[in-house]
């Protein structure tokens, strides 16, 4: 039995409860505990009625059918707003707890993440490199679908050597490392082969290279 709380005269009055309820979504009957449902102070039971499984669909459900308006709306607040410093943060300023937090998400997560990863190519990629932007300071940012355009731009032959792209990796022209940004005027496709031989050359450097 699960027991709530109530404040009678002063005194705690514990009141019993079934151990499992009903969602009244899908009504499925389920444990009465944080694993299945969020926590709420303001009913009797301490938790929501509406299971974590559907809250989870029907905020998704929502989020689809207002996807534009969302993406009008931060697209709006970030030109009204200036971004805050990445040296600002709070990820910035405690690197070691967030990456043990990381760690311990990607443990948990494992599976999840990683079939994320192979379903969605471009947005890892824009991801890390967001990330590896952060962690140097670069200025700008770019998105899947830059990489996407640049694919298209550059027809599928890897920008260094010329190659039909089997496969590719997605290069900073001038490297963070020499003040380059993460913008999309500042990222190429090309082959892994050019992209591991580049490594963090100017592009003049490398290209001297090879011929």
Partial sequence: MVEAGVVLGGQRMVEPYASKITCRKCGRELELTSDFFNR???RKTGF???CKQCMAETGRAWYAAHQ????AYAKQYRSEHEARPYEESWCFNHHEEHAAQQRVYYEQNRERILAWRAEHPEANRAGQARRRGRERCAEGNHTAEDIRKQYDRQRGFCYYCGARLSEYHVDHVVPLVLGGGNGPENIVVCC???????HSKHPM???GRML
């Fill in 48 to 50: 929501k009625s509406t």
């Fill in 192 to 198: 892994p082969n050019c992209n591991l031989k580049k």
């Fill in 68 to 71: 534009a308006e969302k993406r």
């Fill in 40 to 42: 709420d102070n303001q």
């Fill in 205 to 207: 450097e490398f290209c």
